[in-house]
T-cell receptor, first 117, second 116 residues
Framework: DAGVIQSPRHEVTEMGQEVTLRCKPI?????LFWYRQTMMRGLELLIY????????DSGMPEDRFSAKMPNASFSTLKIQPSEPRDSAVYFC???????????????FGPGTRLTVT | AQSVTQLDSQVPVFEEAPVELRCNYS??????LFWYVQYPNQGLQLLLK??????LVKGINGFEAEFNKSQTSFHLRKPSVHISDTAEYFC??????????????FGGGTRVLVKP
């Protein structure tokens, strides 16, 4: 398997623009997580899905952020409108409960570095 | 609610010297514990995990960690580091038994800089 795939790897946009980050989890994984990493706040869980259903979105900063998972192989994180304080590295991770040796192990993608000017 | 504290934000260490990264957690229930490593410009990858059984856990790249329930700690050690161990290390915890749907709580991270 190619691992968790994220696109784009880098995104530079102007304040006020819409930004869409994409994630393809590992095939067969039934959990998907979106994280944000900054120097000031460290690694924060934004939202996670189980079988394509959002389970906990308490980490989503505000209404400007939204996430969807239309099917088991694709998820998006959208920011509209974007602001400079959204600049961060956004990670997607996936995991499964169906393989006992991998229970609770999250596999991370390479991240998307977002810069909002 | 659970929380994870990594007491050292940065740890400089010379090549071939030992290193210990400290991690303490707080939780009202039993937990599963993890150490992840993040190399520059990459995502996190699992080093090792404690679910049950022996309190000494061995992971990849020569790392090991010891679970101490009475001290609520899960410190990470390596007897001899290499330049390639330069990275950021994250301790994480998840509640038993249902693990809140695989949800993890991460510590703030410890940057390890290995010097020649």
């Amino acid at each position: 398997d190619a691992g968790v795939i994220q696109s784009p790897r880098h995104e530079v946009t102007e304040m006020g623009q819409e930004v869409t980050l994409r994630c393809k989890p590992i095939s067969g994984h039934d959990y998907l997580f979106w994280y944000r990493q900054t120097m000031m706040r460290g690694l924060e869980l934004l939202i996670y899905f189980n079988n394509n259903v959002p389970i906990d979105d308490s980490g989503m900063p505000e209404d400007r952020f939204s996430a969807k998972m239309p099917n088991a192989s694709f998820s998006t994180l959208k920011i509209q409108p974007s602001e400079p304080r959204d600049s961060a590295v956004y990670f997607c991770a996936s995991s499964t409960e169906t393989i006992p040796s991998e229970v609770y192990e999250q596999y991370f993608g390479p991240g998307t570095r977002l810069t909002v000017t | 609610a659970q929380s994870v504290t990594q007491l050292d934000s940065q740890v400089p260490v010379f090549e071939e010297a030992p290193v210990e990264l400290r991690c303490n957690y707080s939780s009202s229930v039993s937990v599963y514990l993890f150490w992840y490593v993040q190399y520059p410009n990459q995502g996190l990858q699992l080093l090792l995990k404690y679910l049950s059984g022996s309190t000494l856990v061995k992971g990849i790249n020569g790392f090991e960690a010891e679970f101490n329930k009475s001290q609520t700690s899960f410190h990470l050690r390596k007897p001899s580091v290499h330049i390639s161990d330069t990275a950021e290390y994250f301790c994480a915890v998840s509640n038993q038994p249902e693990a809140a749907g695989n949800k993890l709580t991460f510590g703030g991270g410890t940057r390890v800089l290995v010097k020649p």
